[in-house]
């Protein structure tokens, strides 16, 4: 009988000094980031500058796709309804507490564990460097003068670059044509083609084409001043108390193994931390704030309600 005991322990030790080796040897394959927006714009260059700081820290291949449509609701629907083992994870942007009031996905922060967040950029407004508008209040009288004319790039309807939009027309009590996108970076190139005559964008999706002359940011959506154009001002120092940031997060779907989350959650931060992601998310005009899983959810689900209040009164919602 002492045997067998002896041998029914010993198994079970053996058992668990296995369960502990399987657990501890992720990730042992490709890990996946998927990106809800087209590849040029934040979300896309966020993605890719994390995937290349965190590769080396996790020890696998770590690679970007994108799923782009619906304001994201195509990546971020997908991504929630991936396994829960760590190999699939979402870039997540503001849009995910913004997609069950926009009606296109019954996806918010409760549909996945999250990583954090990394920090947020403005809207800004920008035209083209040759339409008639050297300042906002230009901008503004037109608009006012000529209702639905003043066409409006977005990054798909209902994205938070829409949101911007909506809001700046509201307040103003104007009229836009808003024309959607499948992201910033393809709202760019209609605005420097004069295919429309307005952007929402943040300041750095357009800064290249700015500095070069081709675009004029006419104003920033915050209550400070962007680091990358800092002569330009913000509607608050012109007397619009009007604001819009985008922030950007990751996350995996709901139900991670408590091992696995920590070792995302700390290469993460760790890549968050290094000076390779932070020189280049500062060079984008990104403000850099880092909240872990808890406080990312906690900030996440705050934006839920509002965007729950806000977007019905836009009048954007499906």
């Known amino acids: 009988m002492k045997k067998i005991i002896i041998l029914f322990v010993a198994l079970s030790l053996i058992l668990s000094f296995s369960v502990i080796a399987f657990a501890e040897k992720f990730p042992e394959k490709q890990i996946t980031i998927v990106c809800q927006a087209a590849a040029g714009g934040g979300s896309d260059t966020n993605s890719r500058t994390m995937a290349a700081v965190v590769e080396p820290i996790l020890g696998v291949p770590v690679v970007v796709v994108n799923k782009t449509g619906a304001a994201g609701a195509v990546a971020m629907s997908y991504v929630a309804s991936r396994e829960p083992d760590g190999y699939t994870i979402g870039h997540l942007p503001v849009e995910l507490s913004m997609l069950e009031a926009l009606g296109y996905a019954d996806v918010n922060p409760d549909n996945f564990d999250l990583i954090g967040t990394i920090g947020y950029f403005p809207a800004s407004v920008v035209v083209n460097a040759n339409s008639p508008w050297e300042n906002f209040d230009e901008f503004v009288e037109y608009a006012k003068e000529n209702p639905g ?87 608050k120092e012109l007397g619009y108390d009007i604001q819009t940031t985008a922030w950007l997060g990751f996350g995996c779907p709901k139900g991670l193994p408590e091992d696995v989350k920590n070792t995302l959650v700390d290469a993460f931060q760790q890549g968050f931390e290094s000076e390779m992601y932070q020189e280049k998310m500062k060079s984008y005009g990104i403000e850099l704030v880092w909240m872990g899983p808890d406080e990312f959810y906690e900030f996440a689900m705050e934006e839920y309600e509002t965007y729950s209040e806000l977007i019905p009164e836009l009048g954007i919602a499906e």
Do not use: Y
Not at 167 to 174: F, P, T
Not at 203 to 212: L, R
Not at 224 to 229: E, G, H, K, T, V
């Open 149 to 235: 004319v003043i066409t409006v790039g977005n990054s798909g309807i209902g994205s938070i670059w829409h949101i911007a939009a909506a809001k700046l027309e509201k307040e103003l009590g104007v009229e836009f044509t808003h024309v959607p996108f499948t992201g910033a970076s393809t709202a760019k190139a209609a605005l420097m083609g004069g295919h429309i005559a307005c952007s929402t964008a943040s300041p750095s999706e357009n800064a290249g084409p700015i500095e070069a002359g081709d675009l004029r940011m006419l104003a920033v959506m915050a209550d400070q001043r962007s680091s990358l154009f800092p002569d330009v001002p913000t509607l």
